[in-house]
């Protein structure tokens, strides 16, 4: 998969990028990054990528022509699956979206910043908004951060244990069980004896038990979805 990111702020993504299960994706060669700044694309003496909104209000604006020319050279280089604007009116992401967009090929996250970006570009340009949660952010670089560790350890070959990002949490609308490490005893705190029996089954009927409780008592809307 390749994840072209455009952002005025690329060297945010240096931290949550360079540890764990995205570091490995990068070095396995399953995953390429790269970003775009709107700031080399800018066309005015200044460099400047914002400007006054029309009809007067306060906050800048995201102009169009920086950000349509970067998605415009990106797309003369290959075709893309889908461009994606990460901003709080966008539709809410969850693990199904995480999950499609992990089949993907090729993907276009766009970072706003002040009081948005040009409708403009949205309109034409723009194939899904996505959102991550309803509250508001300074700009879209921590969303799409978010965004691509949810699709990244996803991908085949990322994760070493195969089948772990199945048993997440959401994955079949549920929630995850607890969870249990040595030692067995911890100022008389015990772990359940299920989970010392050795026995696979009642293992995993009391781990389907406890995500159904979970669920039920945490997200009861998962179920009834
Ligand atoms: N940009 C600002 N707030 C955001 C949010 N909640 N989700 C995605 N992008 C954003």
Redesign the pocket.
Known sequence: MRLDIITIFPTMFDSPFSYSIIKRAKEKGLIEINFINPRDYATNKHKSVDDYSYGGGAGMVMMIEPIARCIEKLQKERTYDEIIY???D?RL?DQQTANLLSMKMNLILL??HYKGIDERIREHYITTE???????????E???AVLTDSIVRLLPGVLSDETSALSDSFQNNLLSPPVYTRPREFKGLKVPEVLLSGNEKEIQEWRLQKAIERTKERRPGLIDN
């Open positions: 990460l901003c709080p966008g992401m970072c706003g996505i959102s991550i949660g309803n509250y508001v952010l300074s700009g879209g921590l969303a799409a």
